[in-house]
């Protein structure tokens, strides 16, 4: 492979701790850096922390070797030759995005400076960070010949990051120095040749060594905007199709055709596509609300993002008239819920549709028993347990004895259930799934009532009473 990089990467959260191993598997010498020394010990301890697939293994093959992991942010500078900044932008209180961890970083790396560095905006950040990032280091001290800073941006979904990082679409670096690029260039040359697609140990994707990912070079702010608008649009993606599900609901089409039939013009795609309970997560709300504001400051009319993020609470108040319409009242039910991380594959809870809908319903006097596969321990943390609400550890022992069976996030796991044990396990057989994991005439066929989204509610064959419940447009 190419030559070998002396990398820091600041923040080991999902996209930091991504970032390092990734970069060792690539074949770099890797710096971790974070200030909290808990969650430094424990990643010395070979603990991931987070649930995404093949962080273990990689942690196993270059924990405290080819990736060590370190709270000292001086040393670490000192030490390396670019320094990637993955810590935390986190919403503020109007909208905008918090740069204060990102400042904090800039501020220590420009004190500590002992040789020329690239510092690399890989958090998520609004256009003209990297000009503040110049200014807060040359305040702090940092001659300006001995420092480039360049926007490199994630496009990591959580579940499939380690694969997404291995695998890019793209790879955006965006630099205003030739210098700075080269050596970008350099870090993902392994990526880019084909060269990592050789191995025999490699991590399997769509890239391979006749089809490597394109590395685009923009200007920093070009970068910085192509994240941002990125996330935005596939947010309005989901949001729309969110919105058609409504109108065929009203209509009684279905939306799974309807997107069926739109995916395939290949100007449009399948991607993203999906009817569901709406978007959440760590990126795109957060991405939204930023992108929004920034175009407000700046004086321009963006109200269609505005529209998206409607959308989207909207259709989780649109998910509770669903469970009225079938349950009538909820004070005093007993409801299994399964899932609670923002989408499958992943513990990561933040801005999850399915735990808001956990709170309107124990609002609303219902009596919980919650299961998902990794995203109980951090739902804990948040929604403790007690007399209206336990967590389960299978999706059989949720339904049993419940009213009803929500189904709020899409692990495969779920679209996997035995009808017949299910059935058996629920007081009444009536199935309100959130992510359309199951064919509605197959449900019905089993005995289910069974109410999904943008999709005609289906009801058992033999219902005698042959009354569908009340559509949620009737609440």
């Known amino acids: 492979m190419g030559k070998s990089i002396r990398i820091a990467v600041v923040g080991s959260g999902y996209v930091g701790l991504v970032a390092a191993v990734c970069f060792a598997e690539m074949g770099h010498e890797v710096i971790c850096v974070d200030n909290d020394e808990r969650k430094v010990r424990a990643l010395q301890g070979g603990e991931t922390l987070i649930h995404e697939n093949f962080l273990p293994g990689l942690l196993h093959r270059y924990g405290n070797t080819r990736v060590r992991f370190t709270t000292d ?17 986190p919403q503020s209180g109007n909208g905008d995005t918090d740069l204060s961890y990102v400042e904090a970083v800039a501020c220590e790396i420009a004190r500590s400076l002992n040789s020329y560095k690239v510092i690399v905006e890989k958090s998520t950040v609004p256009v003209y960070t990297n000009e503040w990032i110049s200014r807060a280091m040359a305040r702090n001290g940092a001659a300006r010949d001995l420092f480039d ?22 790879i955006v670096v965006g630099s205003d ?9 350099d870090i993902y040359l392994p990526l880019t040749t084909g060269e990592y697609y050789t191995r025999a140990d490699a991590i399997s994707g769509h890239c391979n060594v006749d089809q490597p990912p394109p590395l685009l070079l923009t200007s920093t702010k070009s970068a910085e905007i192509i994240k941002h608008a990125s996330n935005a649009f596939l947010a309005l993606k989901i949001s729309f199709i969110n919105a058609v599900g409504n109108l065929c609901e009203a209509t009684n089409a279905d939306v799974e055709q309807v997107a069926r039939g739109m995916g395939l013009d290949r100007r449009i795609g399948p991607r993203f596509l999906r009817p569901g309970i709406g978007y959440g997560g760590s990126c795109f709300p957060k991405d939204v609300a930023a992108f929004r504001s920034v175009a407000e400051q700046l004086g321009i009319d963006f109200n269609l993002l505005s529209e998206v993020e409607k959308i989207n609470v909207l259709q989780k108040k649109r998910f509770m008239s669903k469970v009225r319409s079938a349950l009538w009242t909820l004070r005093g039910k007993r409801l299994a819920v399964l899932g609670l991380a923002f989408k499958g594959e992943t513990d990561d809870i933040r801005e999850s549709p399915a735990v808001e809908i956990v709170r309107m319903l124990l609002a609303e006097g219902c009596s919980i028993a919650a299961y998902d596969p990794a995203a109980i321990k951090r739902t804990e943390e948040v929604l403790p347990s007690g007399p209206s609400l336990r967590y389960v550890e299978d999706c059989y022992t949720a339904a049993k004895d419940a009213d009803a069976l929500l189904i709020l996030t899409d692990w495969q796991e ?9 059935s058996q396990a629920l007081r009444h057989p009536i199935v309100i799934d959130g992510r359309n994991l199951y064919d509605p005439q197959v449900m019905s066929g089993n005995g289910f009532t069974y109410l999904s989204i943008g999709r005609p509610p289906a009801h058992p064959v033999s219902d005698l009473a042959s009354i569908s419940a009340p559509s949620a447009r009737s609440n």
């Open 149 to 170: 800073v360049v926007s490199n941006p994630e496009f990591l979904r959580e579940g499939t990051a380690v694969a997404d990082f291995l695998h890019p679409d793209r």
């Open 73 to 89: 942010l001086s040393d670490a500078t000192r030490s390396s030759d670019v320094i990637f900044i993955a810590v935390g932008t």
């Open 177 to 185: 120095s030739g210098r700075a690029a080269g050596i970008l260039e």
């Open 414 to 422: 779920f679209a996997e259930l035995d009808p017949e044990r299910l």
